[in-house]
């Protein structure tokens, strides 16, 4: 596709269940970024993939957390029993980055997490 | 550890110019960049400076002064929908991640 596409869009989950959010990057970009908004604040890094690296994911906020990223393109971000805090917009953002030049993040729409 | 440091909130009128500091401590530095997210949508790039000086596009403009740890955005001749979070962001390390401020709310006012 043309951008950032992330699925769902919006999701409601109870409290103590698991949940899996998708991100499908610009095709050929190399970086692609999670990060966590919570209403009002900035955005909170979670993970960071770039090519066939290991992922930077000193950002996870616990091991509830874990992201997987297959053949460099489509990435999931899993949250295992949910709790309440975990409510927020997950984004994510691709980059055609590598070590040699930068350049701007490209997001997606995010998805809102809602934990009841 | 990564610091970056901006206003909470701003307000500014229709047709002013308004001024956005944006101050860092990190380790490393490979370059800084400014976003603008509007309520409820993603954030969308504005500009990026790596070196010291004033970059222009339109109504835009951002500086940076590397010695200092600082940049600001500066906004021309203001417009209603330029209502926004402004989120300033520092590329560090050799993998070049992206960290964010909590960004401005810019609020502009008939």
């Known amino acids: 596709g043309a951008g950032v596409s992330q699925s769902p869009s919006n999701k409601v989950t109870e409290k103590g269940k698991d949940v899996e959010l998708r991100c499908d990057p610009i095709?050929?970009?190399?970086?692609l970024y999670w990060y966590r908004q919570s209403l009002g604040q900035g955005l909170e890094f979670l993970i960071y993939?770039?090519?066939?690296?290991?992922?930077?994911k000193s950002g996870l906020p616990s091991d509830r957390f874990s992201a997987e990223r297959t053949g460099g393109s489509v990435s999931t971000l899993t949250i295992q029993r949910t709790q309440q805090e975990d409510s927020a917009v997950y984004l994510c953002?691709?980059?055609?980055?590598?070590?040699?030049?930068?350049?701007?993040?490209?997001f997606g729409q995010g998805t809102r997490l809602t934990v009841v | 550890g990564q610091n970056i440091d901006q206003p909470t909130e701003m307000t500014a009128t229709e047709g002013a110019i308004v001024q956005i500091n944006c101050t860092y401590q990190?380790?490393?530095?490979?370059?800084l960049f400014w976003y603008q997210q509007h309520a409820g949508e993603a954030p969308t790039f504005l500009s990026y400076?790596?070196?010291?000086g004033l970059e222009e596009k339109g109504r835009f403009s951002s500086f940076l002064s590397r010695s200092k740890g600082y940049s600001y955005l500066l906004l021309k001749e203001l417009q209603m929908k330029d209502s926004a979070s402004y989120l300033c962001?520092?590329?560090?390390?050799?993998?070049?991640?992206?960290?964010f401020g909590s960004g401005t709310q810019l609020t502009v006012l008939p």
């Open positions: 953002a691709s980059s055609p980055r590598n070590r040699a030049i930068n350049t701007e993040a490209f």
């Open positions: 095709s050929g970009h190399t970086a």
């Open positions: 993939f770039q090519g066939n690296s290991a992922p930077d």
């Open positions: 990190t380790s490393g530095f490979n370059g």
């Open positions: 400076n790596v070196l010291d």
């Open positions: 962001a520092v590329s560090t390390g050799s993998a070049r991640q992206l960290t």
